[in-house]
């Protein structure tokens, strides 16, 4: 059907286009792509469950259940420690900038006075 050179230009115009939708897309794309590593994760304990002679979708919400409450629960222990790393930051910054300002601004203005 396609000789040698066209057949590997319509390839790379299919891998362009295609390039270029995942980009496009790409906030969209995020839940999608999440859901699904998701679920590929939690299935096999969904199957293992469903072998015990458990309704497969009472296995899918138990598990989903699960997951959801250690997520929460992973969030109560890290979103107090992330609080006070950020306000720690929040008032470091000014010495940051400042020891910025003594250190580094001198050296780049050196530099530029010889460019």
Known sequence: ??????????????????AAALWLLKPVLLPFVLG???AYFLNPVVDALARRGIARWLCAIGVLLGFATAIGLLMLLILPLLQSQVGAL???????????R???????????ARV
């Open 102 to 112: 003594t250190h580094a601004l001198p050296a780049v203005e050196d530099w530029f």
């Open 36 to 38: 699904l590593a998701i």
């Open 1 to 18: 059907m396609f000789r040698g050179g066209t057949q590997a230009r319509f390839w790379l115009l299919i891998a362009v286009l295609t």
């Open 90 to 100: 929040v008032k470091a910054i000014p010495g940051y900038v400042e020891q910025l």
